[in-house]
């Protein structure tokens, strides 16, 4: 049980960072 949740935080971390970076691209290509 322990272990899934675990998992499930790693999952919702990646996905935040993934969304930032594709805020940030988006953001950078405005800019060029």
């Known amino acids: 049980m322990i272990s ?3 998992c499930v ?3 919702k971390i990646i996905f ?3 969304s930032a ?3 940030y691209n988006r ?3 405005k800019i060029l």
């Open 21 to 23: 970076c594709l805020m």
């Open 27 to 29: 953001d950078s290509s």
């Open 9 to 11: 935080n790693i999952l």
């Open 4 to 6: 899934i949740l675990c």
């Open 16 to 18: 935040e960072f993934d």
